[in-house]
Nanobody
Framework: VQLQASGGGLVQAGGSLRLSCAAS????????MGWFRQAPGKEREFVAG????????YYTDSVKGRFTISRDNAKNTVYLQMNSLKPEDTAIYFC????????????????WGQGTLVTVSS
């Protein structure tokens, strides 16, 4: 499966952005999907994950209550709605896919998009 992330940009603290990740070349509904991010000089970290049909979602603690992951299997797309953005959310955001159980660790995902940059100004 190929993944194409979009929707990043520059936003002021407290603002919102919605990221999208379009999948092609595979049966999208078979994949657990995740969003990760990587800030300059830091390791890639888990942000949010969603199960095959969207019934289960999970988040890293720092984004709980602010970010929402969702998916539309008819459109082969996963979304990340980001509200109340903070400067520490600044990073390149990556979507990832896994045919098995997914999870919160980088090595648990087999397919990765190219990333989209989110910059939050203070």
């Amino acid at each position: 499966v190929q993944l194409q992330a979009s929707g990043g940009g520059l936003v002021q603290a407290g603002g919102s952005l919605r990221l999208s990740c379009a999948a092609s070349g595979g049966t999208f509904s078979r994949y657990v999907m995740g969003w990760f991010r990587q800030a300059p000089g830091k390791e890639r970290e888990f942000v949010a994950g969603i199960s095959w049909r969207g019934g289960n979602t999970y988040y890293t603690d720092s984004v709980k209550g602010r970010f929402t992951i969702s998916r539309d299997n008819a459109k082969n797309t996963v979304y990340l709605q980001m509200n109340s953005l903070k400067p520490e959310d600044t990073a390149i955001y990556f979507c990832a896919a896994d045919l098995e159980l997914g999870g919160s660790r980088v090595f648990e995902y087999d397919y990765w998009g190219q990333g989209t940059l989110v910059t939050v100004s203070s």
